[in-house]
């Protein structure tokens, strides 16, 4: 039997002209006593707020929703180490976030001239995350999918050089991988989409893409190793011609490629073609891939369906 979904105990608006609670998000999350243990709405009402928001470990059971990408945007311009330039960082377990963009602006438009560093717009550290028609905006480390299970779905993911990196165990559900390189530093020849690492074979991490659709302008590899034992999985998803034949890259695992679980399975589309593709490519069976690409993968123990998410995730 499926578990009811918990209630919102309370709702929080933010509004920048003062029609809410609140004019900035942090205000919001630092009203919520300690330790919280109720589910909290807190709704951002339309407009860019220019601040840096973290959610500290004690402070779970939060539901960030905005009005939409276009219309509740959360940005910052930091830069250099990813613990301190993250626009948006959440370190609590039990997180819902619906409709609101994250973007860090200090490599794009109009900062694209300065030198390519890591300028991460969120930070994702703790467990049981559902994150739902919202997007991410950066250039290199744009999402930091640092650990814990997390279940991303019809977002949009922008950036040029590890814009998808962690040890997270994240299953991306019909979402949009931009690639933005050729249109910020179209000197560089090409970027990466992801760099992932597991700390051992039996760590049960890895990024899996599901009916995804990789595209933008320049070129890419699907992903390069952050170190041995990474498993990033393209599932049935769409690959533009933004994707390069060789199409993965060993670097850090780099003699240690056995240990590496990158695959394709049933993509499509003008970079699909695996001809081409580094030799170590793995090949998993269907039911295999299924098994990743279902959300069980995440959710053994059914979390989701206890989250107050408005008709499901």
């Known amino acids: ?164 990196f962690g040890y997270g165990q994240s299953l991306f559900k019909e979402c949009t991988l931009n690639m933005t390189l050729g249109i910020y530093a179209p000197d560089n020849p090409y970027g990466t989409i992801t760099a992932h690492q597991r700390p051992s074979p039996s760590d049960e991490g890895g990024f899996v893409f599901s009916d995804c659709t990789v595209t933008g302008v320049g070129k890419t590899l699907l992903g390069r190793a952050w170190g041995s034992n990474a498993r990033v999985i393209f599932d049935r998803s769409r690959l533009s011609d933004v994707v390069l034949p060789i199409g993965w890259d060993a670097w850090r695992a780099k003699g240690n490629e056995r240990d590496l679980t990158f695959v394709e399975a049933g993509c499509t589309g003008a970079g699909a073609d695996t001809s081409q593709r580094v030799p170590w490519l793995k090949k998993l069976s269907l039911s295999e891939v299924d098994g990743f690409a279902s959300v069980s993968f995440i959710d053994q123990d059914g979390w989701i369906s206890r989250f107050p998410i408005e008709g499901g995730p």
């Open 1 to 164: 039997m499926q578990a009811a979904a918990e209630q919102i105990a309370y709702t929080i608006t933010i509004d920048l002209n003062g029609g809410g609670n609140f004019t900035t998000v942090q205000s919001a999350i630092d009203s919520i006593s300690l330790p919280n243990h109720n589910w909290i709405r807190v709704f951002i009402q339309n407009g860019i707020y220019r601040e840096k928001v973290t959610i500290p470990k004690e402070k779970g059971f939060i539901y960030l929703q905005g009005k939409g990408i276009e219309q509740t945007v959360i940005e910052y311009d930091d830069h250099q180490a990813t613990d301190i330039s993250a626009t948006f960082t959440a370190f609590a377990d039990d997180i819902v976030i619906s409709g609101i963009t994250f973007k860090n602006t200090y490599n794009i438009v109009p900062n694209n001239k300065r030198e390519i560093v890591p300028a991460v717009a969120a930070r994702m550290l703790g467990d049981r995350y559902v994150v739902t028609d919202s997007s991410f905006d950066g250039l290199q480390d744009t999402l930091f999918d640092g650990k814990g299970r997390h279940y991303y779905k019809r977002c949009i993911i922008s950036g040029g050089i590890d814009f998808i």
